[in-house]
C-alpha cells in the first residue's frame, strides 16, 4: 500500500511539472475604474487610471461611444467636446470597465422665461446660487427668471463643477430681426450674414422657440475677397439671397451634429471642375474612381478653414461656371474668403451642433 502511495504521489508531481507555471498561477483578469460616472467641462481633460489585475498595461486600450460628446486618447485621457453623454470602456485582457461621462458647458446663457436642459444622469444634483436669477429643476432643467448673472453648482458623489449662468431680458416683442425675412415662414432656424464692408459682416443665429424667432448669439465674420453678390466662379465674391444648409463635414471628428456629418479623408474633395458630372458636390475617390484635379477642393489638404464646415446650396443644380465650393467654415488666418463665409471655429462648431434639417442661411448686403 505505502509503494502504491508513494506511486501516485510521483505521478502528481510529474503531472504539475508539466503543467506551465503561469496558467497554475493565473487569475482572473479584472479592470476597476474609480467611478461610473465622471463630470466634465466642454474642452475639460481628465486621465483614467484604471485598476488593473491580471491585464498588463500594454493589453489597455480605450473606447467612446460618442466621440462628438467626448473623445479619449490611447494613453486613458478624457477630453469632453460637447455637452452631452458618452460612455468610455476600457478593455485588456478579456476584461473590461466602463465610466459614464457627463459633459456640461462652462457657462449658460438664456433669456428671461428661457429653458435650457443639462445632460444628467440619476442621483446627479444641481443647486443654483442665487434663484431669483434662475432656477433648476432636479433633472436639470435651468430656466431665466430675472436678468443678472449666478452661479450654478453640479455635483455627483464627490466631483463638482460650476458653471456660470447669464440671464438676459426678453426681447420686447418676443421676436428677434430674423422674423422679418421671407425665410422665416417656412423655416425653423436661420443663420443671418449682414455684409458691412470690403469682406466683413456679421453673422447672427436665429431659432424659433414657442411661435417666436429668438436671437441665440452674433458673431464677426469674413466673406469673399471682392465682396458679396457672386455670378460666376472664381470671381472671389459671396452669393446674396436665401440658401440651404446642408453637408456637415470636417477634419475633425463629429462634435455632435444633428445631421449627417462627414468626417474628412485623403479620398474626400469637393469638386470644383464644370465639365465634371460631379460639380459642386462632395465626392469619395472610392466611390467614383475620379481623382481631384487642380480645380477641385481636396478637403483635407485645408486644416483650419475646414476642421468644421457645412456646405452653403448656392449653384446645387450644378449650372456650368456659376460657382461651387461655397461653404460656412472656419476663419482659418485669412481676413477673407473665395467667396465662402467664415467664422471662428467655436463659432463653426455650435452652428454644427445646433443645425438641424431645414435650416436657411440668408446673405444679404446693406
Known amino acids: 500500500m505505502r509503494a502504491k502511495r508513494w506511486m501516485c504521489l510521483l505521478m502528481a508531481m510529474m503531472i504539475m511539472a508539466m503543467v506551465p507555471a503561469g496558467a497554475m498561477a493565473a487569475t482572473k483578469a479584472a479592470i476597476k475604474l474609480p467611478a461610473k460616472v465622471g463630470l466634465i467641462f466642454?474642452?475639460?481633460?481628465?486621465?483614467?487610471?484604471?485598476?488593473?489585475?491580471?491585464?498588463?498595461?500594454?493589453?489597455?486600450?480605450?473606447?467612446?461611444?460618442?466621440?462628438?460628446?467626448?473623445?479619449?486618447?490611447?494613453?486613458?485621457?478624457?477630453?469632453?467636446v460637447s455637452q452631452g453623454k458618452a460612455t468610455v470602456t476600457v478593455s485588456g485582457g478579456g476584461a473590461k470597465a466602463k465610466c459614464e461621462f457627463v459633459v456640461v458647458p462652462k457657462g449658460l446663457s438664456l433669456e428671461v422665461g428661457e429653458k435650457v436642459q443639462l445632460p444628467t444622469v440619476s442621483k446627479m444634483k444641481f443647486k443654483m446660487k442665487n434663484e431669483k436669477i434662475a432656477k433648476v429643476s432636479k433633472e436639470g432643467a435651468v430656466k431665466g427668471v430675472k436678468a443678472g448673472k449666478t452661479k450654478l453648482l453640479i455635483t455627483y458623489g464627490k466631483q463638482k463643477r460650476t458653471l456660470n449662468v447669464e440671464v438676459k431680458k426678453a426681447s420686447d416683442n418676443g421676436d428677434s430681426k430674423?422674423?422679418?425675412l421671407d425665410a422665416a415662414a417656412e423655416a425653423e432656424q436661420i443663420v443671418l450674414v449682414e455684409y458691412k464692408s470690403d469682406s466683413k459682416a456679421t453673422l447672427s443665429v436665429h431659432e424659433k422657440r414657442d411661435g417666436h424667432w429668438k436671437q441665440l448669439f452674433e458673431t464677426p465674420a469674413y466673406v469673399g475677397k471682392n465682396g458679396i453678390d457672386k455670378t460666376k466662379e472664381g470671381d472671389k465674391r459671396t452669393p446674396t439671397g436665401t440658401f440651404n444648409?446642408?453637408?456637415?463635414?470636417?477634419?475633425?471628428?463629429?462634435?455632435?451634429?444633428?445631421?449627417?456629418?462627414?468626417?474628412?479623408?485623403?479620398?474626400?474633395?469637393?469638386?470644383?471642375?464644370?465639365?465634371?458630372?460631379?460639380?459642386?458636390?462632395l465626392v469619395d475617390y472610392r466611390d467614383t474612381k475620379r481623382k481631384w484635379t487642380k480645380n477641385d477642393e481636396h478637403l483635407i489638404d485645408y486644416k483650419g478653414y475646414y476642421n468644421y464646415a457645412m456646405f452653403i446650396d448656392y449653384n446645387v443644380e450644378g449650372v456650368k461656371g456659376k460657382g461651387s465650393c461655397i461653404f460656412l467654415h472656419c476663419k482659418g488666418k485669412k481676413k477673407s474668403t473665395q467667396g465662402c463665409v467664415a467664422v471662428s471655429e467655436a463659432s463653426m462648431k455650435k452652428i454644427i451642433q445646433w443645425a438641424k434639417p431645414g435650416v436657411k442661411i440668408v446673405i444679404q448686403g446693406t
Open 42 to 80: 466642454v474642452e475639460g481633460k481628465v486621465q483614467l487610471k484604471p485598476k488593473l489585475k491580471g491585464v498588463k498595461t500594454s493589453d489597455v486600450t480605450f473606447t467612446t461611444s460618442a466621440e462628438g460628446v467626448a473623445t479619449v486618447s490611447e494613453k486613458g485621457v478624457v477630453k469632453g
Open 245 to 281: 444648409l446642408t453637408t456637415p463635414f470636417g477634419i475633425k471628428a463629429d462634435p455632435g451634429a444633428k445631421m449627417a456629418y462627414t468626417k474628412v479623408t485623403k479620398y474626400h474633395y469637393w469638386c470644383g471642375s464644370s465639365d465634371s458630372d460631379y460639380y459642386n458636390k
Open 178 to 180: 430674423a422674423a422679418k
